[in-house]
C-alpha cells in the first residue's frame, strides 16, 4: 500500500497503477445489473480499502448519487474507508469461539500489539479485527491470519503466530 | 471416463500449499509415469483432509481409506514403491486413527443418512466428471425430457420438501406461486449467506458437492419458468465461491448451463454475487436489496419475493440445502423421499454440531430424531466428563434448550413450540461451564451489532436488552430488570419488520424461561453461579498445587501476576481483568474461580 510520508494514505486516484486497476474494475462490470456491490467488491480486494474520493470516482461512473455509493460502503464490514495493514489478524466471534474462549485470545492480542481490534500497528504491519463466524466451528476458537485459518488457538500458542508473521517479513 | 485401480486425494488447502502440495503432486505424477503406473492411479485435489497445520500435507488412498500425513516430495518415490507396486502400507506416515478424522466430515454414523452430504467428501468437487458419475444431472435430463413444469412443482410439493433456511415454508408451494406470477422475466436465487454463528452446512456442500445445488437451481427454473439465476454466498466463504465459479464454468463447457440445455429449448444461466459481511443479508428482501447493489435493508411482506422480488420481478429464492434436495427427490421419487422424517417436517436435515461436544462436525438425520440421541449417540457425550447444560439450535435467533426438552423429536413445529427454531442447521452444546445469562447477552450483542437499523423496534429495542443484560452480567442488575426484558421482548418479536429482529427476543425469552435461577442468581445475590462474567468472580492462585512454574505470569496480559520460581504465585486483584488466561494455561490447576 502506498503512503505518503506523513503516513497519510495517497490517494489511489493519483496513482496510475491503482487508477487503471480501478478503471479496469469499472469498465468489466459497468453493464451488469447490480453493478455497485460487484465493483466495491473487487475494489476493496485490489486496492485493500475505498477511499471518499474512491467513491466519488466509482459513483460518478455509475451515474449514481455519491450518497448511495457511501451507503452501501458504510453499510458493509467488509468494506473499508483506510487502509489495512499488510496482514490481518482476524479473531471469530461465532458462538461456538465465543464458548471456546475467544475473548482470552483478544486479550492476549492486545497485550501484544498494543492496539484494540479494528486498529492498525503504527508500522502498517498488522491489523487486528474481529469477525463473525467464519464457518470453521469444528475447530473453535479459530484465528484468521490473512486468508490462513488457524484452529485451536490458545492464549499461549497465539505469540508464535505473530512471531511467524515478523519473521516472514524479516526475510523479506 | 476413465477407470483406476487407486485413486490419491491431495489436499490443497492453502496451508498444506505452502508447505508444499503442489511439489508433492508433481513428484508423484513424475513418479507414477517413471513406473508405468500413471493410467492406473489418479490424482485428485480436494480441500483440507485433517488438520492442516498438524498433518499438512496429508493424502488419502483410495479404495483403501489410508491417511499419509506430513508428506515431503523426497518421501514419494519410496511411498509408490511400497504402497502401489508392493501393496505395502508405509506406516511411517500413515496417520493414527485419532489424528485422521476430518474434523468436519467423519464417516457416517449409526444414526445418519446422508442425502445432502451424500457426495460431500467423496467426489472431486473440481472435476464435473465426478459429480456426473454418480448420477450427477440425471434428475435434470428426466425433468427436461420427462416431465412437464407442473409435474416438477407436484413432485417437490409430494415429497413435502421445506424450506432448509430456517422458516420451513412448502418448497412446492413456493415455486407454484412463482411459476403461476404473472410475468415474462422471472428470476431464482440461491441463498448462500450462511450467516449463522456456529452453522457451516452450507459451506460445506458448496465446497464439497457445488453442481448439485447447481442442479437443483436449473430444475427450480424450468419448474418456475426463469432464465436467469444468482447465487448469493457471503464473502467470508472465499472457496465455496472459488469452487461454485469453476463448477459454473464446467457446468457451461457441457452444455447444462447456458442456451438450449441438453439440447432442449430450455435456457437458464447462473451468475455469482457475493456479500460484504452483513448478517441482514440472509433475509430474503435484504438480500434482494444487496443483489441490486443497495444497502442490504429488508423491506415489508407483502407482496412476497414470488410477486415481486429481484428488480421487481417474480423471484424464487431458496437456500443452498433446500437446492441440494431436489435432483435426488426427483431421482428417487416424492415416496422414498416423505418415507424419512416426521409427519409434518419430511426427508433429512444437516446439522452442525460445535461447542462443547465430544465429536464435533457436520451431521444429516432424519427428522425426528431426538436431540439426546444427535448429542450423546453421535456426537458422543460432553466434553471432558463434564455435565451437559442446554443445546443452542437455529443460530441467534433460536433458543436454549434444557436437558429436561432432549427426548423432543426434531422437527420445525416441536422446536418451535419447545421456544427455539430450527433455523438453518447450528447446533451449539453447552456444558456446565457455561452462563446462560452470558450467552443470552452475547447473543443480543450479536444481533444489536448486525441490526440493520431501519425499523425501530430492533433497533433501539435490541440495544436496550443489551444494556440490562450487560448490567446483570457486571453484578449491576436490579428488581424489575426481568419484568422489564419481558416486556420489551414481546414488543420487539412483535412489531419489528423481519426475521431477525422478530427472532432477536428468542435467546433471552428461552434463558429465562429454562434459567431463570441462573438471572436470579445475578441480580439478587451478584453471583455468577458458572463462574464466567467478570466482575462477578475472581481468580486465586491455591498454595498447594502451585509449583512456581511461572507459565502464568508470563502469559498474564495485565502482569497481574508476581511470585519467585518455585514459589507460590500471587494474583494482584487490583490489577487482574480476570480474563480467565491463567486458568486456562495452569497445567496444576492450581488456579481457582471464586
Known amino acids: ?172 | 471416463m476413465a477407470f483406476y485401480r487407486s485413486t490419491v486425494l491431495v489436499s490443497v488447502d492453502p496451508v498444506c500449499v505452502e508447505k508444499g502440495a503442489y511439489e508433492l503432486i508433481d513428484t508423484l505424477n513424475d513418479e507414477l509415469i517413471k513406473q508405468g503406473l500413471i493410467d492406473e492411479v489418479r490424482i485428485l485435489e480436494t480441500t483440507r483432509l485433517g488438520d492442516p497445520q498438524k498433518l499438512g500435507p496429508d493424502i488419502i488412498v483410495y479404495p483403501e481409506g489410508t491417511h499419509y500425513t506430513n508428506l515431503t516430495y523426497y518421501d514419494i518415490p519410496r511411498l509408490v514403491e511400497e504402497h502401489f507396486i508392493k501393496g505395502r502400507i508405509l506406516k511411517q506416515y500413515a496417520a493414527k486413527m485419532q489424528d485422521a478424522i476430518d474434523e468436519e466430515l467423519s464417516a457416517p454414523k449409526s444414526k445418519e443418512v446422508r442425502v445432502v452430504l451424500r457426495n460431500v467428501g467423496v467426489i472431486d468437487p473440481r472435476n464435473i466428471e465426478d459429480y456426473i458419475a454418480n448420477d450427477g444431472y440425471q434428475a435434470l435430463g428426466k425433468v427436461l425430457t420427462e416431465m412437464s413444469p407442473e409435474d416438477v412443482i407436484q413432485e417437490i410439493l409430494d415429497a413435502k420438501l421445506r424450506g432448509r433456511g430456517g422458516a420451513g415454508f412448502p418448497t412446492g408451494l413456493k415455486w407454484r406461486f412463482a411459476r403461476q406470477a404473472a410475468g415474462d422475466i422471472k428470476y431464482i436465487i440461491c441463498n448462500a449467506d450462511e450467516g449463522d454463528p456456529g452453522a457451516f452446512m452450507n459451506r460445506r456442500v458448496l465446497e464439497g458437492d457445488p453442481h448439485s445445488v447447481i442442479e437443483g437451481m436449473i430444475i427450480a427454473a424450468y419448474a418456475i419458468g426463469s432464465r436467469q439465476g444468482y447465487i448469493y454466498c457471503r464473502a467470508e466463504y472465499p472457496i465455496a465461491v472459488s469452487t461454485m465459479n469453476l463448477a459454473m464454468k464446467q457446468a457451461r463447457a457441457l452444455g447444462l448451463l447456458g442456451k438450449n440445455i441438453l439440447g432442449t429449448d430450455f435456457s437458464f444461466d447462473l451468475e455469482m454475487r457475493m456479500g460484504a459481511g452483513a448478517f441482514v443479508c440472509g433475509e430474503e428482501t435484504a438480500l434482494m436489496a444487496s443483489i441490486e447493489g443497495s444497502r442490504g435493508e429488508p423491506r415489508t411482506r407483502p407482496p412476497f419475493p414470488a410477486q415481486k422480488g429481484l428488480w421487481g420481478k417474480p423471484t424464487n429464492i431458496n437456500n443452498v440445502e433446500t437446492y441440494a434436495n431436489v435432483p435426488p427427490i426427483i431421482l428417487r421419487g416424492a415416496e422414498w423421499y416423505s418415507s424419512m422424517g416426521t409427519e409434518k417436517s419430511k426427508g433429512t436435515k444437516t446439522f452442525a454440531l460445535a461447542g462443547d461436544v465430544k465429536h464435533t462436525g457436520l451431521i444429516e438425520v432424519p427428522f425426528g430424531i431426538t436431540l439426546r440421541e444427535i448429542i450423546f449417540d453421535i456426537g458422543g457425550g460432553i466434553k471432558n466428563d463434564k455435565k451437559f447444560k442446554a443445546v443452542q439450535t437455529g443460530g441467534p435467533m433460536g433458543g436454549c434448550l434444557p436437558e429436561h426438552l432432549l427426548d423432543l423429536p426434531v422437527d420445525y413445529e416441536t422446536l418451535g413450540q419447545a421456544g427455539s427454531i430450527m433455523g438453518s442447521g447450528g447446533m451449539i452444546v453447552m456444558d456446565e461451564g457455561t452462563c446462560m445469562v452470558d450467552i443470552a447477552r452475547f447473543f443480543l450483542e450479536f444481533i444489536q451489532d448486525e441490526s440493520c437499523g431501519k425499523c425501530a423496534p430492533c433497533r433501539l429495542g435490541t440495544h436496550r436488552l443489551l444494556e440490562i443484560l450487560e448490567g446483570i452480567c457486571n453484578g449491576q442488575g436490579k428488581e424489575g430488570d426481568i419484568e422489564e426484558l419481558q416486556d420489551l421482548c414481546e414488543q420487539i418479536r412483535k412489531n419489528s419488520l423481519c426475521g431477525l429482529g422478530q427472532g432477536a427476543p428468542n435467546p433471552v425469552i428461552s434463558t429465562l424461561e429454562h434459567f431463570m435461577d441462573e438471572y436470579k442468581a445475578h441480580i439478587e445475590e451478584k453471583r455468577c453461579p458458572a463462574k464466567v462474567c467478570r466482575n462477578l468472580i475472581k481468580y486465586e492462585i491455591q498454595d498447594g498445587p502451585c509449583t512456581g512454574c511461572t507459565v502464568c505470569a508470563r502469559n498474564c496480559p495485565v502482569s497481574a501476576i508476581t511470585g519467585e520460581r518455585k514459589q507460590t504465585h500471587v494474583i494482584n486483584q487490583d490489577i487482574c481483568i480476570k480474563c480467565g488466561i491463567c486458568y486456562q494455561v495452569c497445567q496444576f490447576e492450581a488456579i481457582k474461580v471464586i
Open chain 1, 1 to 172: 500500500m502506498t503512503r505518503s510520508e506523513n503516513n497519510v494514505p495517497a490517494n489511489p486516484l493519483e496513482n496510475p497503477e491503482q487508477k487503471a486497476v480501478i478503471d479496469g474494475i469499472i469498465n468489466e462490470n459497468l453493464h451488469l445489473n447490480g453493478a455497485t456491490m460487484v465493483i466495491l467488491n473487487q475494489v476493496q480486494e485490489k486496492i485493500g480499502y475505498i477511499s471518499p474520493p474512491v467513491q466519488a470516482y466509482i459513483a460518478q461512473k455509475l451515474g449514481v448519487p455519491i450518497s448511495k455509493v457511501h451507503g452501501v460502503v458504510s453499510f458493509y464490514s467488509f468494506f473499508t474507508t483506510t487502509p489495512r495493514g499488510k496482514h490481518t489478524i482476524k479473531f471469530c466471534l461465532g458462538t461456538a469461539c465465543y464458548v471456546g474462549g475467544i475473548e482470552q485470545i483478544i486479550e492476549k492480542a492486545k497485550q501484544l500489539l498494543n492496539i484494540e481490534p479494528g486498529n492498525t500497528t503504527p508500522d502498517g504491519m498488522i491489523t487486528l479485527e474481529v469477525c463473525r463466524c467464519v464457518g470453521a466451528c469444528s475447530q473453535a476458537p479459530v484465528v484468521v491470519v490473512d486468508d490462513n485459518i488457524h484452529g485451536r488457538m490458545q492464549p499461549n500458542k497465539f505469540p508464535k503466530l505473530i512471531q511467524e508473521i515478523q519473521n516472514q517479513e524479516a526475510a523479506h
